[in-house]
């Protein structure tokens, strides 16, 4: 016999709950087998409130009781005050400038006593839920390249502000809503400059800039050839070629130099020339002359903390060394070894298996969410949905990634593993959200 209340458990996806019961236990194992200290009362360290371990069970804590609340909540309350959040969103990021406090270089925390509180987090859900209320609308055409302008908006507006707070990690995630996007109707053809363009500027830290030149030249004058005959037939098509060609040079020459010279710090700049295993080029290092002044000089090893945590992964081997038995992870060899590398603890102590258990539940959590998503008759649910199913993978691709080698450390936390009280909270309010638009997946919401 069910003794569950139906009121609560009618329509629930357990198995969504399992996954996120699963991944926060892991999330507290691997902080507190980074940060334990040998001779400390493992249940007094859990309850004082004092340890980073403690801390991260009580935000669990609180954060069960929000997603009480949420399961709770009608889901019409979700759709009707979509709008009225994401004004709300933008006023925290807003309120970020006059009131933050710089904390490791960022600008985007906002100090309430004991805690660091981060609205470019909080603001991911806002975003989620907005950018579904716009999709959802009947007069929206997400043909239209108005409504399709009017979507980049919501999501990118959000992440002008959170790069202006000096967050360029958090705000590169919002690119993730581009999923919910082509979901609804986005033309392909985006989804192929989007690469295009990815790919031009990881050529442009590859090769000297005359031989990239000469590179899109030779494809340039190779395209031509190869659709002459369509070209004989639409004029404007050579042009059209022609046009691409010169704006890609023109990217590799200017925009991208640009870039590295005035809107990216000394320290993201080496960062990125170091995952394609480059030096900084001279002229960047000159441009940037006045910061690494202030900051007394070049690193002596910039790529220091990729070295150590690939150490740390490596070390691991097959099955691991066990929980406390780290020697990279347990003894601060790996920096910030408990919220951006979280991902090494586990890697070093329970090796390679462990690392494919740890995916293989996030790729079990991505998998449910994508079908909770394709089953909802609301469009406002479905787009939803994927909002989350994105930023989750955006998060768990980058910082494993990260954390690897395969992309710049830019500080982004890994969903329910990382430390961090406003990361939890603001992954699970997201899945809870969800959960609960999906108890209700026979509504149609607008």
């Given at each position: 016999?069910?003794?569950r209340?139906?009121?609560?458990s009618?329509?629930?996806?357990w198995?969504l ?9 892991i ?5 507190f087998?980074?940060?334990?200290q040998e ?5 007094q ?5 004092k ?7 009580y935000?669990?804590v609180?954060g069960?009781v929000?997603a009480l ?7 019409k309350?979700f759709s009707?005050?979509?709008n009225?959040?994401?004004a709300m ?9 006059p ?6 270089g960022t600008?985007?925390?906002i100090k309430?006593?004991?805690?660091n509180?981060?609205?470019a987090?909080f603001?991911?859900i806002?975003?989620?839920?907005a950018?579904a209320?716009y999709l959802?609308r009947p007069?929206t055409?997400f043909t ?5 302008l009017?979507?980049?908006a919501?999501a ?12 360029t ?10 999923i919910?996007?082509?979901?609804e109707g986005?033309p392909?053809?985006?989804?192929v ?12 830290l590859l090769f000297?800039k005359i031989t990239?030149a000469l ?6 004058l190779?395209v031509?050839?190869l ?8 004029r404007g098509?050579?042009m059209g070629?022609?046009?691409?060609g010169a704006v890609c040079?023109?990217i590799q020459y200017?925009a991208?130099?640009f ?10 700049v080496?960062r990125?020339?170091?995952t394609v295993g ?7 290092v ?13 690193k002596?090893?910039?790529n220091?903390?990729v070295?150590?945590?690939?150490i740390?992964?490596g070390?691991?081997?097959l ?5 406390l ?7 601060g060899?790996?920096p ?9 603890t586990?890697a ?13 539940v996030?790729?079990?959590l ?9 089953r ?5 649910s479905r787009c939803y949905?994927y909002?989350?199913?994105g930023?989750f993978?955006?998060?768990?691709a980058i ?8 992309a710049p ?7 329910f593993?990382s430390y ?5 909270l ?6 809870f959200?969800?959960i ?6 026979q509504?149609?919401?607008r």
């Open positions: 016999m069910n003794n209340n139906p009121e609560i009618k329509g629930i996806d198995s709950i399992g996954i996120y019961l699963l991944l926060v236990s999330g507290l194992m691997a902080i087998a980074a940060t334990y001779g400390d009362p493992v249940m360290s859990f309850l004082r409130f340890t980073d371990y403690s801390k991260q069970f935000f669990f609180v069960t929000i609340f949420i399961l709770l909540t009608d889901s309350f009707a005050t979509a009225l959040g994401y969103g933008i006023f925290f990021l807003i309120l970020v400038f009131f933050h406090s710089p904390i490791k600008e985007s925390i309430l006593g004991a805690f509180f981060q609205p987090e603001c991911k806002f975003v989620a839920l950018l209320k959802s007069e055409d239209k390249t108005r409504s399709q009017i979507a980049t919501i990118l507006f959000p992440a002008a502000l959170t790069i202006m707070q000096k967050e990690g958090l705000a590169l995630v919002y690119f993730a809503f581009f919910v996007m082509f979901r986005l392909s053809v985006i989804l400059i989007g690469f295009a363009l990815a790919a031009l500027v990881v050529a442009t000297e990239l590179i899109l030249v030779c494809l340039t190779m031509i050839l659709m002459r005959r369509l070209i004989r037939r639409r098509l050579l070629i022609i046009l691409t040079i023109g200017m991208v130099p870039a590295f010279k005035h809107l990216l710090k000394y320290y993201q080496e990125i020339y170091n480059r030096d900084v080029p001279e002229e960047y000159m441009a940037h002359a006045d910061e690494l002044k202030k900051s007394g000089g070049k002596k090893d910039p220091y903390n070295k150590q945590s690939k740390a992964i070390s691991g081997g099955f691991g060394k066990g929980l038995k780290s020697t990279q992870t347990r003894y060899f790996v910030e070894q408990r919220t951006d590398f979280i991902f090494d586990i070093e102590g329970f090796g390679f298996a462990g690392s494919f258990v740890l995916m293989a996030y790729l079990l991505l998998f449910r969410i994508v079908t909770i998503a394709e909802q008759r609301s469009v406002f949905a909002g989350v199913a930023v993978f955006f998060h768990i910082n494993i990634a990260m954390t690897a080698g395969l450390v830019i500080g982004i936390p890994l969903p593993i961090g009280g406003t990361s939890l603001t992954f699970t309010i997201m899945l959200i969800l609960r638009l999906d108890a209700d997946r509504m149609v919401l």
